[in-house]
C-alpha cells in the first residue's frame, strides 16, 4: 500500500509538474502528506479536503477557532480546518502544488504556531515562505507577489487568501 501511495505521489507530483489537472480531494490529501513530511516535519494535523471555494481564489484555508483579541493568540482550537483548492479549474500541477503549500503555511500559522497576525502574509509567514524556498533549493516561492502566473485568464490577476 505504501509503495502504491509512494507512486501516485512521485507519479502526481514528481513527473508531471506540468501536466494540468482538476484538482480532488484524493490528490490533495495525497500531495499533503507528501509536503507535511517534506517541509513541516509532519506538524501539520490532517485537515479536511475540499475542492468547493470561492470562485475567485485558486484556494484557502478555513480554520475552526477562536481567538483572543487582546493576546490576539488562538484559544479553543475546534478543529484542523478545511484546505480548499478551487476544482472549477484546470492548473498545471505545481501550479496547484504551490497553492497548496500556500494554504498549507497558513495552516502552520494558526495550528502548530497558534498566531493570528492582523497581516496573514505578515512576518510569520514570510519566515515559513523563506525556509520552503530553502529548503527547496528555490523551487517553491509562495509569497503572493511572486506566485506563478496561471494559464486560466479569468482569475489569473486575483490572490489566494
Ligand atoms: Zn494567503
Not at 512521485?10 to 507528501?34: D, L, S, T
Not at 479536503?49 to 484557502?60: A, H, I, P, Q, V
Not at 488562538?74 to 476544482?87: A, E, P, S, W, Y
Request: hydrophobic share 35%; with cysteine; proline share 4%.
Amino acid at each position: 500500500m505504501l509503495t502504491i501511495e509512494l507512486f501516485i505521489i512521485h507519479k502526481h507530483v514528481m513527473g508531471n509538474e506540468q501536466k494540468a489537472i482538476v484538482p480532488n480531494e484524493r490528490w490533495m490529501y495525497n500531495c499533503f502528506v507528501h509536503y507535511n513530511r517534506e517541509y513541516f516535519d509532519n506538524s501539520l494535523p490532517i485537515p479536511k479536503f475540499s475542492t468547493e471555494c470561492d470562485s475567485s481564489l485558486w484556494g484557502s484555508y478555513a480554520p475552526e477557532f477562536f481567538y483572543d483579541t487582546n493576546s490576539r493568540r488562538v484559544v479553543d482550537i475546534r478543529g484542523n480546518g478545511t484546505i480548499k483548492l478551487n476544482g472549477m479549474y484546470k492548473r498545471t500541477v505545481d501550479s496547484w502544488v504551490l497553492t497548496l503549500l500556500h494554504e498549507m503555511a497558513h495552516e502552520y500559522m494558526f495550528m502548530v504556531m497558534k498566531v493570528y497576525p492582523e497581516n496573514p502574509h505578515g512576518r510569520e509567514f514570510e519566515a515559513i515562505a523563506k525556509y520552503i524556498r530553502r529548503k527547496s533549493g528555490g523551487v517553491w516561492n509562495i509569497t503572493e507577489t511572486t506566485e506563478k502566473v496561471s494559464t486560466d485568464m479569468k482569475v489569473r490577476k486575483r490572490r489566494q487568501v
